[in-house]
């Protein structure tokens, strides 16, 4: 033991030795730099993982995963599918709507091709094809890199072997941003999905709401649906080799230019988050002259990260601030908002319309957060009804109601005690319609602008199976709203549908006509084939 305890004693002298010598001698300098930004947190996975891919792919995928990030506020358009000519109205959302235009008070519509457009559309201000559909995919698309039609009868000539081969080509053909897109044989339908890497895609599909009973149909991440292609080939009926044709499109091979700065933002510091401007005043509403509007920034993080995002709005003419903003300089207001991961914040400015703003004047502020465009729907200018006067509207309603006074009689007597004018001169529905349209065609209800009663119709509150707008332009016209919602109407507006008469109390409908207790809903709406909704204090 005592040996071992000399030996252990002589090797640790020996080692300190050594460590001594190599201290004195001279060390090479070590390396310096310059000190360094912080590493900024890496950009989390939100749905779609992005790893690997271009960043033009990046591009596609981070804002298709933007869209889908809106949930039920992105529609799935079933109810033009259904209820619309299509030969008559262009039934598409092409290229008018971004992610972040969809909201809890302003629904849109889009239907499978009508996405994938808009994609590319917002992601890098690309057309990949007007009008989109998967008509015009699969008949000969510049895009495409993949064109198959299945052979004789179908799957009973082909072999387990040749179709599993097939099966791996596609899929090996196959890159983020890709879109896949089939033809039935019928010829009446189809569909188009986006590729996004990873075995997976994203698609519009389904309906989401039922137009006929008024029930919501709202799937777990609305319109928009986040599977795996395998459903492509599961089945007896072997998805996607069962069409007449199908075809793999690669726009990107098309693209020229740059990425947009507020795609690289998305693709960025705002991959994640979910931004809503809303406004005290939601589509539909009119605003007074010298009234007030309140607009607020709710911003959610879905990431597992806490972000701070600048948040800038640059005010329109026909308005003064009044308040909320943490900096305002000239007619620009600005913030710097946290939010803490998994949370969401939120911000709010007014703003005053000028007492000499001309009605008929749409206010709209532009707005970005964290770089992205964000805006909310235009409100108009006019007169509207005061809270007084939305209560008499009430009043004389309930004190009316159940007398001898029916439908327009009966409206007009309301506004005449609250208002002391005559709302209407019409005396009957069907000279109200002629007041509005033209003369009926087997297409559709055109609303014509130089009729006498179009200057109280309430803006895009008009629609129904057969109504189109005062707008001719295609794009514009799909800014009617199809889901009446009771945000959107206000105390007093009067609503003409088919043959039926309604005001509006703040809770439903009340039956002008009929008169009672029971209240419709305003979804109801779109169970008519036209409706429009008037304002009689826009005349006023």
Same mark, same amino acid.
């Not at 060390?27 to 310096?32: D, I, K, L, R, W």
């Not at 010298?290 to 920034?297: A, N, P």
């Given at each position: 033991m005592k040996l071992f305890q000399r030996t252990l004693s002589v090797l640790l002298l020996i080692c300190l030795v050594f460590s001594l010598a190599a201290c004195g001698k001279?060390?090479?300098?070590?390396?310096?730099?310059?000190?360094?930004?912080?590493?900024?947190?890496?950009?989390e996975k939100v749905l779609v993982d992005t790893a690997g891919m271009t960043e033009l792919q990046k591009a596609i995928v981070v804002t298709a995963e933007s869209y889908c990030l809106r949930g039920k506020y992105a529609q799935y358009d079933q109810y033009s599918l259904t209820k619309m000519p299509s030969k008559n109205v262009n039934r598409r959302l092409l290229g008018i709507m971004a992610p972040e235009d969809y909201t809890s008070q302003y629904y849109g519509y889009t239907d499978c091709s009508s996405f994938v457009y808009d994609v590319y559309k917002f992601a890098l201000g690309m057309s990949i094809s007007?009008?989109?559909?998967?008509?015009?995919?699969?008949?000969? %698309?510049?895009?495409?890199?993949?064109? #198959?039609?299945?052979?004789?009868?179908?799957?009973?000539? =082909?072999?387990?072997? #040749?179709?599993?081969?097939?099966?791996?080509?596609?899929r090996e053909t &196959?890159?983020?941003?890709? /879109? /896949?897109?089939?033809?039935?044989?019928?010829?009446n339908s189809g569909h188009a999905m986006l590729y996004v890497g990873n075995n997976m895609m994203l698609h519009s599909s389904g309906s989401t709401y039922d137009f006929t009973t008024g029930t919501d149909k709202v799937e777990k991440n609305g319109t928009y649906l986040y599977e795996s292609i395998n459903i492509l080939f599961s089945?007896? !009926? !072997?998805? &996607?080799?069962?069409? %007449?044709?199908?075809?793999? &499109?690669?726009?990107?091979?098309?693209?020229?230019?740059?990425?947009?700065?507020?795609? &690289?933002? !998305? =693709?960025?510091? =705002?991959?994640?988050?979910?931004?809503?401007?809303?406004?005290?005043?939601?589509?539909?509403?009119? @605003?007074?002259?010298?009234?007030?509007?309140?607009?607020?920034?709710? /911003?959610?993080?879905?990431?597992?990260?806490?972000?701070t995002l600048a948040v800038a709005d640059t005010l329109p003419a026909d308005v003064t601030y009044v308040?909320?903003? #943490?900096?305002?300089?000239?007619?620009?207001?600005?913030?710097?908002?946290? @939010?803490?991961?998994?949370?969401? #914040?939120?911000?709010?400015?007014?703003?005053?319309?000028?007492?000499?703003?001309?009605?008929?004047?749409? /206010?709209?502020?532009e707005s970005t957060v964290g770089g992205v465009p964000v805006k909310c729907p235009r409100i108009q200018v006019a007169k509207t009804l005061t809270d007084r006067e939305q209560q008499a509207v009430l009043d004389a309603q309930k004190e009316l109601d159940g007398g001898e006074?029916?439908?327009?009689?009966?409206?007009n007597a309301i506004y005449e005690k609250v208002c002391g004018k005559t709302a209407f001169t019409q005396q009957t529905i069907d000279a109200m319609w002629d007041n509005l349209v033209l003369p009926y065609n087997t297409d559709a209800f055109l609303l014509d602008s130089k009729k006498p009663l179009t200057s109280l119709v309430a803006p895009r509150l008009y629609g129904g199976k057969l109504m189109a707008e005062l707008d001719t332009n295609a794009a514009a016209t799909q800014y009617r709203t199809r889901l009446v919602t009771k945000n959107v109407l206000m105390i007093g507006d009067i609503v003409l549908a088919d043959n039926a008469l309604y005001m509006f109390t703040g809770v439903g409908l009340y039956d002008l006509i009929y008169g009672g207790s029971g209240l419709q809903s305003p979804e109801s709406l779109l169970t008519y084939d036209r409706f429009v909704v008037l304002r009689p204090s826009m005349a006023f």
């Open positions: 001279p060390q090479a300098p070590a390396e310096t730099t310059a000190p360094t930004e912080p590493a900024a947190p890496p950009v007007s009008p989109a559909n998967t008509k015009t995919y699969c008949a000969g %698309s510049p895009h495409a890199i993949l064109t #198959e039609t299945p052979i004789s009868n179908g799957f009973a000539n =082909m072999t387990a072997e #040749e179709l599993s081969a097939k099966e791996k080509a596609f &196959l890159q983020p941003g890709d /879109i /896949i897109a089939y033809r039935a044989a019928n010829g089945g007896g !009926r !072997r998805h &996607l080799f069962d069409k %007449s044709i199908y075809v793999i &499109l690669r726009p990107l091979n098309k693209f020229e230019g740059t990425i947009p700065d507020h795609t &690289l933002q !998305r =693709m960025g510091g =705002m991959r994640g988050i979910v931004v809503e401007k809303l406004c005290s005043h939601t589509y539909g509403q009119t @605003v007074s002259p010298g009234g007030t509007l309140t607009y607020t920034f709710r /911003i959610k993080n879905n990431t597992s990260r806490p972000v308040s909320g903003a #943490e900096a305002v300089a000239d007619n620009t207001l600005s913030w710097y908002l946290t @939010v803490a991961n998994g949370a969401t #914040e939120s911000i709010s400015y007014t703003v005053q319309v000028k007492e000499t703003t001309p009605t008929g004047t749409f /206010i709209q502020s006074l029916k439908g327009i009689a009966l409206a």
